[in-house]
């Protein structure tokens, strides 16, 4: 379980919830309210100290490349920082995210089960180094420094950086 975060569900009202429950594989709860909601006695709970949580990026052959180094996208800035894109064609932060968690879910067809934090999905999500979401704490130079401190795959903890070697 993990809690006190900034969980970005990506869902189709982009909730912001503060909590994430998962059983097996599996979310079994989001909450939007502060504090621990229930969850089993024996579960391991998590204090993400405000950290952003994101779904799991879905690469379908996209060949992702980070949100400010692609044209068009956040920044407008190519990886050289000159300005390629006008202001008015760029997409919001969140835009870009959705395009590579709740769209590429519908595109591969697994929408029911990928793409975003959902009671009843996968429980695949990312909790990142800093709030990429917000421009206030990440300006538009510094997205390229945002990195993955953990990644849970099918419930299960696959990367965490705070380990040796990472996993």
């Known amino acids: 379980m993990l809690h006190n975060g900034a969980i970005a569900t990506m869902d189709a009202r982009n909730t912001i919830a503060r909590s994430v429950v ?16 229930p969850h089993d006695a024996c579960a391991t709970v ?10 799991g990026l879905i690469d379908s052959h996209d060949h992702i490349v980070q949100l400010s180094l692609r044209p068009g996208h956040v920044t407008g800035r190519n990886s050289a920082g000159e300005v390629i894109e006008p202001a008015d064609q760029l997409l919001t932060r969140t835009e870009a995210l959705r395009m590579y968690t709740a769209n590429q ?5 697994d929408e029911k089960d990928l793409g975003s934090i959902e009671a009843g999905k996968l429980a695949d999500l990312v909790v990142l180094s800093d709030d990429v979401l917000d421009p206030r704490k990440v300006p538009d130079a510094a997205i390229k420094r945002v990195h ?17 070697g990472g996993s």
């Open 22 to 37: 998962i059983r097996g594989d599996r979310v079994a709860a989001v909450g939007t309210a502060r504090g621990i909601p």
């Open 148 to 164: 993955s401190v953990t990644t849970i795959v099918g419930g299960k903890v696959v990367y965490d950086a705070a380990r040796p």
């Open 105 to 109: 879910g519908w595109f591969t067809h």
């Open 46 to 55: 998590v204090d993400l100290r405000g950290r952003t949580v994101v779904p």
